[in-house]
């Protein structure tokens, strides 16, 4: 007599969420804030299309506030700014370079912070070398490097970029070199060296895999500092030149303006503390989420 199989539940074809999803979806604040920041890249993405006027476009009619009727005139629903440019296309073209600018010294800075943090972990001769130079490169503020770095290539995006790249390499070096220690204790990597395993691939695929979290939750933390920190340099003038739409750069146009004004400057200045604010809470979050110790709390 054949055995009988026990019956097996239908499928419901729901699939299970992750405890991952999960934990976003009850953490209201982070998923306000992801939903607000993913909002605020599209609209930047889109500011072509999204802008209702020319950013660069001066008219007649300067310092207009904030108004959401004109009759049959051209509605400019943010106002308008000292030289009469439209402040809502401004701003969509402001967030843009913004956040290309915190996104291009994240990436250069966190590469070659985190590649330093790796070889100074991995080759222990090297290690009291490199941590030198990340020493040294503690003791310059980023303001300090953009006004150096403005004086040798001339103020601009570039100068600025670098400023705040060279600025991150040392902490995510710290940051690298103190999760790759940890990885370096572990038995899989005394494994791969017994079995003869290149250093290449043991620096990638075992040791920068699982330094992966750890650097990215910090370069996450990082990015709102960098906006802040470039936007202060913008204000100084140490950014973009106009007529090129950036928020520190629009907040410091309007600073002579604040008594009759004040629209010029409090909207960029607003729009940055959104932004420094949803990375931060993001920030939070992704630590919380990826941090075991936290996880299970």
């Not at 930047?44 to 950013?55: G, H, N, Q, R, S």
């Not at 030289?83 to 915190?102: E, H, I, N, P």
């Not at 960098?226 to 913008?234: E, F, R, T, V, W």
């Not at 140490?238 to 009759?260: C, I, K, N, T």
Request: aromatic share 8%; hydrophobic share 55%; glycine share 8%.
């Amino acid at each position: 007599m054949a055995d009988v199989a026990a019956p097996t539940a239908a499928p419901t074809g729901r699939r299970p969420l992750s405890p991952v999803l999960r934990r976003i979806l009850k953490d209201r604040l982070a998923l306000a804030a992801a939903v607000i920041f993913g909002l605020i890249c599209i609209a930047a993405l889109l500011a072509p299309w999204l802008a209702p006027f020319d950013p660069y476009n001066t008219t007649r009619r300067p310092f207009i506030p904030p108004v959401w009727s004109e009759g049959s005139l051209p509605q400019h629903w943010l106002g308008t700014d000292g030289q009469g440019r439209d402040m809502l296309s401004r701003l969509l073209y402001g967030a843009r370079l913004t956040l290309v600018m915190g996104l291009a010294s994240v990436v250069l800075g966190g590469g070659i912070g985190a590649l330093f943090g790796l070889l100074s972990a991995y080759y222990r001769r090297i290690d009291p070398f490199i941590m030198r130079i990340a020493d040294i490169l503690l003791s310059f503020p980023a303001i300090l490097l953009g006004l150096a770095l403005a004086a040798v290539i001339g103020p601009g995006l570039t100068a600025i970029v670098l400023a705040l790249s060279i600025a991150t390499i040392p902490d995510v070096a710290r940051i690298t070199r103190s999760a790759a220690v940890v990885v370096m204790g572990q038995d899989y990597m005394e494994a791969g060296r017994a079995v003869g395993l290149p250093d290449r691939t043991l620096i990638w695929r075992y040791l920068a895999l699982n330094c992966l979290s750890s650097v990215f939750v910090f370069l996450t933390l990082r990015f709102g500092q960098i906006i802040l920190i470039g936007a202060a340099l913008s204000f100084l003038g140490l950014g973009v030149r106009p007529p090129e739409a950036e928020l520190g750069m629009m907040a410091s146009l309007g600073r002579d303006a604040l008594f009759f004004a004040p629209h010029i400057s409090m909207l960029p200045s607003l729009a940055i503390v959104l932004i420094v604010l949803c990375a931060n809470v993001l920030g939070d979050a992704l630590r919380d989420l990826l941090d075991p110790r936290l996880r299970n709390t």
